[in-house]
Structure formats: C-alpha cells, structure tokens
C-alpha cells in the first residue's frame, strides 16, 4: 500500500505489447503517453506543490536567482579591458581574481578599478593582506581613500571571515582582497603535518562558495589578486600555477592573467612605465581568451597612454606625412608624441575614446550601470 502523499505510484503500467506490425507500435506509443499523462496529473493532485515551483517560491521570481537577469557590471578603468571582458566593465556579484608575476600592475589595476566605482557613488573596501599597500599611490591612482575603508588581517580565517561579512551586509560595491598568495594559517593548524598550501587551499574550500553565494544576493564584486608559484613537480606543460588550487579557478567567475608585453621608454636611459597584456583566462559571462593592453605609468593605469594605443590601433587617427592628425588637429609624429598632446589636452583625450567606443559594433564597451 503506498502512502498517502505518493498516490501516483499506485498507477500501474501498461504491460508491454507484442509488436508485430506498425499498428502495434503506434497503439503501444499511445499507451506509454497515456501513462505518463495519468502519472502526471496524480502527482499535481496529490503533492502539495506544483511542478513549476519546484525551482521557486510563491514568494519569489526567477529574476531572483538570476536567471535571465542582464549582468550589470561597472568600468575598469581600462576601456579596452572592459571590451576584453564581453560585459562593458567588471560584473558586480561575481568573483574575479587577477593574477599574474610581480611587477604586472595587479594592484594598480584594482586601485583603478576602485576609483570607477567611486565615481559611481558605490562604496568600496580594500583588504591590504599584504601590508603593502600606499595610500600615497591610491591617490594617484584616483582613489578617495577617505571614502574607501582599508583593512588589514592577521590571519586567513580573520581575513576569509572580513570578508564574507563585508559581502553579506550589502553596503559595499566592491571588495578587494590583495592577495590570496598572503594568506597565513594561524599557529594551531600549521601544527596538523600537512603542506601549507594543502592548507590554504581546505580553507578556502570552505569559506569561496559562502562568499560566492553571499555576493551574488549582495550585488558585491570581489576582486581576488593573485600571484604565481612554480609547481616543480610539473614535468610537462607550464610549471606556473597559483596559489589556491582549482578551488579558487571553480569559484571565479572571470579569470584575468597580466603579463609584461613592453616598457615605455622615451630615450635609452628614461623609462616612463610599461605596458601589460591583460588576458582573460575564464569568463562565464563572455567568449573567454581575449586580450588587452593597459598601460602603466607614474599616473597610474594611464588614459591617455590608452587613448594614444586604441587612436592608432583602431584607425582613428589619419596617419599623414606629419604624424598622425586627429580632427584636423597634429598629435605627433611617434606614439609618445600623441601621449604628450593628449596629457596636455584632457579634452582631446575623451573625443578620442569617445570615437573609439562608437567606432566599435559592440555593445558591450557600453557598461550598464
């Protein structure tokens, strides 16, 4: 005797029939959907909830859980990044880790980045685990900090749990963790006899999907930065990897990988920065392996350098016997030459972008918040 509430597997089903002809196999199809259908409506009327709210409460919607929600995502400070990305800008609600070697601009990256979501009037904090950070630099890199909180951990639990409390509570826009290759464990569990990155990388198994979870119902972009280690133990293939193992790749959603592409010099002896090639190794949001180049300078994650780069790239400058010309006005004959007509004419500088982001089809130059 079945149970009350399964009253559906009380229907019996038809008992299989001899196929001789094709009549038999259209009268046994029939019986089979005939079945089914009966099977359906006592599970309807018996169950206390209907099929169509299996994925959802009477109290709420898909848009919810984000299905078919449009992703909102805000500038980088790199327009060219922000066309690499597929989104217009990093999505908000979603983990994106940063990594590369040192000395690629990871943390000027993040300081840009804090910077457009402060002209957006959103809120940001900036875990400094490494204890390196200037406030100096920020300034330059044209973050308010005195509308940033900055925060500095001791441990990985005191740093995971900072962190999954500033998504949770919904008033911050972006979260910054620099980095995740800081992260010590505290006296009592180096004790266990296990590798430190074995465990590191159980903690975080626990404390990334929490706060993955946590972000997306917060509308929180926590931005991971990483670095690089070589595995010595790779035989075949690149020994590179990142702390965090394959728990922190599941976890993210956008991947990005810089690396050195060239310096910026003006003569032998003065360099004025460098340029980084921004890959994105993952993007669940977008076609993943496209690449940009962020140039960097003592202004930091520099505009006008980029408008100089994406001018020449993308054909909107006119290339004549005196340099390139833009508007009937002469930038320069090299590209240092436009970058120093640009510096000195901030104005030129947003027509040129402004060309470059109309010139292009795709909308996704186009953030949307």
């Given at each position: 005797?079945?149970?009350?509430?399964?009253a559906?597997?009380r229907?019996?089903?038809?008992?299989?029939?001899?196929?001789?002809?094709?009549?038999?196999?259209r009268?046994?199809?029939?019986?089979?959907?005939?079945?089914?259908?009966n099977?359906?409506?006592?599970?309807?009327?018996?169950?206390?909830?209907?099929?169509?709210?299996?994925?959802?409460?009477?109290?709420?919607?898909?848009?919810?859980?984000?299905?078919?929600?449009?992703?909102?995502?805000?500038?980088?400070?790199?327009?060219?990044?922000?066309?690499?990305?597929?989104?217009g800008?990093?999505?908000?609600?979603?983990?994106?880790?940063?990594?590369?070697?040192?000395?690629?601009?990871?943390?000027?990256?993040?300081?840009?980045?804090?910077?457009?979501?402060?002209?957006?009037?959103?809120?940001?904090?900036?875990?400094?685990?490494?204890?390196?950070?200037s406030?100096a630099?920020?300034?330059?890199?044209?973050?308010?900090?005195?509308?940033?909180?900055f925060?500095?951990?001791?441990?990985?639990?005191?740093?995971?749990?900072?962190?999954?409390?500033?998504?949770?509570?919904?008033?911050?826009?972006?979260?910054?963790?620099?980095?995740?290759?800081?992260?010590?464990?505290?006296?009592?569990?180096?004790?266990?006899?296990?590798?430190?990155?074995?465990?590191?990388?159980?903690?975080l198994d626990?404390?990334?999907?929490?706060i993955?979870?946590?972000?997306?119902?917060?509308?929180?972009?926590?931005?991971?930065?990483?670095?690089?280690?070589?595995?010595?133990?790779?035989?075949?293939g690149?020994?590179?990897?990142?702390?965090?193992?394959?728990?922190?790749?599941?976890?993210?959603?956008?991947?990005i990988e810089?690396?050195?592409?060239?310096?910026?010099?003006?003569?032998?002896?003065?360099v004025?920065?460098?340029?980084?090639?921004a890959?994105?190794?993952?993007?669940?949001l977008?076609?993943?392996?496209?690449?940009?180049?962020?140039?960097?300078?003592?202004?930091?994650?520099?505009?006008?350098?980029?408008?100089?780069?994406?001018?020449?790239?993308?054909?909107?400058?006119?290339?004549?016997?005196?340099?390139?010309?833009?508007?009937?006005?002469?930038?320069?004959?090299?590209?240092?030459?436009?970058?120093?007509?640009?510096?000195?004419?901030?104005?030129?500088?947003?027509?040129v972008?402004?060309?470059?982001?109309?010139?292009?089809?795709?909308?996704?130059?186009?953030?949307?918040?």
């Amino acid at each position: 005797m079945a149970p009350e509430g399964l009253a559906w597997s009380r229907q019996v089903r038809p008992r299989r029939l001899l196929i001789r002809t094709e009549k038999d196999c259209r009268i046994g199809v029939a019986r089979s959907l005939l079945w089914l259908q009966n099977v359906r409506t006592a599970m309807t009327s018996s169950l206390a909830f209907k099929p169509e709210k299996l994925w959802c409460s009477s109290d709420t919607s898909k848009d919810s859980f984000g299905w078919g929600r449009q992703e909102d995502s805000v500038r980088s400070g790199s327009l060219g990044l922000d066309a690499a990305l597929g989104t217009g800008g990093l999505p908000t609600g979603r983990l994106v880790e940063i990594y590369g070697k040192y000395d690629t601009g990871k943390t000027t990256l993040a300081l840009a980045a804090t910077a457009q979501f402060q002209k957006k009037g959103q809120p940001t904090a900036y875990l400094d685990v490494e204890h390196k950070l200037s406030k100096a630099w920020a300034k330059t890199s044209g973050v308010n900090v005195d509308q940033t909180m900055f925060i500095r951990c001791g441990d990985a639990f005191e740093a995971l749990r900072t962190v999954l409390t500033l998504v949770a509570c919904g008033e911050f826009s972006l979260v910054v963790v620099d980095s995740l290759a800081a992260l010590v464990l505290g006296s009592d569990i180096e004790q266990t006899g296990a590798k430190p990155s074995e465990q590191i990388e159980s903690v975080l198994d626990r404390a990334l999907p929490r706060i993955a979870a946590e972000a997306s119902k917060s509308d929180t972009c926590v931005l991971l930065l990483n670095q690089v280690r070589t595995n010595y133990e790779e035989l075949f293939g690149n020994p590179l990897t990142t702390p965090g193992g394959h728990v922190l790749r599941h976890a993210c959603s956008i991947r990005i990988e810089l690396a050195r592409h060239l310096s910026i010099k003006r003569n032998s002896d003065t360099v004025l920065g460098q340029i980084s090639r921004a890959t994105i190794t993952k993007n669940t949001l977008a076609p993943p392996w496209q690449s940009a180049k962020l140039p960097f300078t003592s202004r930091g994650l520099d505009e006008c350098y980029e408008a100089a780069l994406l001018g020449r790239e993308n054909g909107i400058f006119c290339q004549t016997a005196r340099g390139f010309e833009y508007a009937g006005t002469t930038l320069g004959k090299t590209e240092l030459d436009v970058y120093d007509t640009l510096l000195h004419r901030p104005e030129l500088t947003g027509q040129v972008l402004a060309a470059v982001r109309a010139q292009s089809p795709q909308s996704m130059l186009t953030p949307t918040t």
